[in-house]
């Protein structure tokens, strides 16, 4: 798509990106309809597993299988360092280096039923023990490195750590003075030690360098406990969600038919292991599909990025529409001064991607972002823009062959499925997918509670179209009941976005007498806009005619910063609580927490 295709001013109106044919056919699903008909997991599944039989380890799919099929010399991750400074690793080194990170915890008298933590910035030893970890048939739960002292201790306590691999400087600061509260917690591994490394630690690289890199892999079973991901917090306290083996079996598909890689990709997550994004599409999917991954060990800065997608020749891009925003204000020059023809896909999740940065993607880079849907709970992608269809701007796509998505209204014990076209309900999955979860950790009845009649309710609300495109209203603890009309606010905060002056918008609903709840934004605007009246009666005035006076803003405050989670995603909940005057409830993920 060129420059002239579309232009801002057209942004609002373009209802539909449409694909060349034959820019389709080279898709790796050419043909949306018949592949998820065809679908099944099975021919996933049959081509993983062993080497016994009855076996599946993610680390063996994600590793030594290449290595076992003549694909070893491939290079497997390639790590940039904040200065720059990279270093190479082949799949026949990560075999090596993961071998012996598994030895190592083995000759620890580590067990297979064991949780191994790790709180650690984007390093090569964070990809070691996440995967060595694996390999030993531990559960790996990988810790945001941002955490303070008081979540990295919660997380530890309720996951049972057995062994946590961080900094020097980390242990000293988040974790020593909690070590007696921890029980579980065997042993301390610095990946850094020095002489001043506290008595109570050891010292891996001393330890790696006396192990041998002879391991047998576990004989994981697909049902086994391999991953405990927290979840961002964004709604209230964060639940422990476990995933098992079988999680790879989805990896391994959503890599191909969503994120479209292929074979020789050089790709690009952006998100920390921290999160579940960063560990299934930042570490699984892109080694069980063979591509070269790239570690960026640096923070988000727009023209850093994008000199790394043009040096690094990145033909795959995964993100987050926070990180999108950020770039959509930093102007269209910095896109265009660069090469960035290698680019092939690029693919959104975390949070709604508004319509506006999707037609801005196309104008800019020549195609859009693909928004897809998922939770740290569905362990993978769920919905999804593919390569191979027209991506509609502001929906999140079309389920996953193999995934049964439906919109229900729950009315007491009746489930009524939702039928008519953009009629808002419960986005709810039929259950038994590969990277189901398998239990929020302690919290059993929360999970039970997730589930009715064999259905997984999201704890979302989305609509469908005629289409079958699926379009996200909201969460169900934000939408807005307002005279009667249901509002999302996704919906507002898009057509908010759309003016020239905003860059983000926060909508709650605040308590009204008359109306039940009205709506309230929080805008942040772009750099060059004066915060006054003007703005603000241009503002209601541009959201009236876009969404009608029952569901545009009543107020709107222009604010500095949104309080968001520390992986991007705006809170609302903090929003509204602050609005109301109420406790603010956990803050572990607040980004801007005291740490
Ligand atoms: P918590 O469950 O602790 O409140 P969270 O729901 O933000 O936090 P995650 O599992 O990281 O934790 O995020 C999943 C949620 O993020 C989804 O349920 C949905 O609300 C939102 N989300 C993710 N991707 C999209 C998307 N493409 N469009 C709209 N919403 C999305
Ligand atoms: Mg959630």
New binding site residues.
Partial sequence: MQDDVLDREQAVTVDLIHKPEAQCATANMPDYEKAAAEFAWEEISGTMGGPEPGMLNIAHEAVDRHVAEGRGGRLALRWIARDGVRRDFTYTDLKFETDRFARMLQDLGVKPSETVFSLLGRIPELYFAALGSLKAGATFCPLFSVFGPEPVRARMEIGEASVLITTQSNYIRKVASARADLPSLRHVLLVDADDHAPADTLDMAALLAKTKADFEIAATKLDDNALLH??????????G?LHAHAAVIAHKATGRLALDLREGDIYWCTADPG???GMSYGIVAPLTNGVTMLVDAGEFDAESWYDFLEAEKVNVWYTA?TAIRLLMMAGDDLPRARDLSALRFMA??????NPEAVVWSARVFGKPFH???????TGGIM?SNYAGMDVKPGS?GKPLPGIEAAIIDENGDEMKFVTAAMTPGHLALKAGWPSMFRGYLNEDARYQACFKDGWYF???LAMRDEDGYFW?V??ADDVIKSAGHLIGP?EVESALIEHPAVAEAGVIGVPDPRAGEIVKAYVLLNPGHEADDALQKSLLGHARKRLGSAIAPRQIVFVDDLPR?K?G?IMRRLLKARELGLPEGDLS?LEKASS
């Fill in positions: 927290f979840t961002s917090g964004t709604t209230g306290k964060p639940k969600a999160w579940v994004t529409p959104s999740v975390g949070e709604p991607l928004d897809n849907w998922w939770q740290t709970e919905i999140m999201s704890g979302d996200f909201g969460r996704f989670t992986s995603k993920t």
